[in-house]
């Protein structure tokens, strides 16, 4: 199976600043990640496919890269509303594994 | 507008069996990857199980041989047959259905869930 490993695991911020958030697999995974924000007491929310793919909806301040191994979510400039959790997963192949989670708190 | 309604979700004891169903609108099941993913409380997202358009399923390791995943399709919902059931098996369940994005999950239920205590 492919681990998904993510840091921090939690942050602190403030409204404004830029946050990133990190994810490895343990194997190359090509483009195949995905990025999920889970709001306490609710579903998660699709915001980033394939890597960098902007889900739609989904404000420009969320923007993602990678490929292989290493990937990352960035907010540019972190709103109320982005305080929840994030987490990445792996569509490359099955068990289709999430990473750990990422809680954005307030600073 | 798609909508994914999950029930079924209850209190039951070690060892026994549950049935979770997901009821689906705005779109067809069996033409999409549906899936069921976990979330044990205060813990992350644990992928269960899916099933393709195509009928075939897969299973996390943690549910291999106890949990079956299946749809009907006349009446547009996703099930998930849970027998054996364990104290770490305690988590709300989510499905979750792979609609218009590529290889992710963009549509997901409320979530029901499920209590195994003896």
């Known amino acids: 199976d492919i681990q998904m490993t993510q840091s921090p695991s939690s942050l602190s911020a403030s409204v404004g600043d830029r946050v990133t958030i990190i994810c490895r697999a343990s194997q190359s995974i090509s483009n195949y990640l995905n990025w999920y924000q889970q709001m306490p007491g609710k579903a998660p929310k699709l915001l980033i496919y394939a890597a960098s793919s902007l889900q739609s909806g989904v404000p420009s301040r969320f923007s993602g890269s990678g490929s292989g191994t290493d990937f990352t979510l960035t907010i540019s400039s972190l709103q109320p509303e982005d305080f929840a959790t994030y987490y990445c997963?792996?569509?490359?192949?099955?068990?289709?594994?999430f990473g750990g989670g990422t809680k954005v708190e307030i600073k | 507008e798609v909508q994914l309604v999950e029930s079924g979700g209850g209190l039951v004891q070690t060892g026994g069996s549950l049935r979770l169903s997901c009821a689906a609108s705005g779109f067809t099941v069996s033409s999409n990857y549906m899936s069921w993913v976990r979330q044990a409380p205060g813990k992350g997202l644990e992928w269960v199980s899916a099933?393709?358009?195509?009928?075939?399923?897969y299973y996390g390791d943690s549910v291999k041989g106890r949990f079956t995943i299946s749809r009907d399709n006349s009446k547009n919902t996703l099930y998930l047959h849970m027998t054996s059931l364990r104290a770490e098996d305690t988590a709300v369940y989510y499905c979750a259905a792979l609609i218009a994005a590529v290889a992710a999950l963009d549509s997901w239920g409320q979530g029901t869930l499920v209590t195994v205590s003896s």
């Open positions: 997963q792996q569509s490359y192949s099955t068990p289709r594994t």
């Open positions: 099933i393709y358009s195509g009928g075939r399923t």
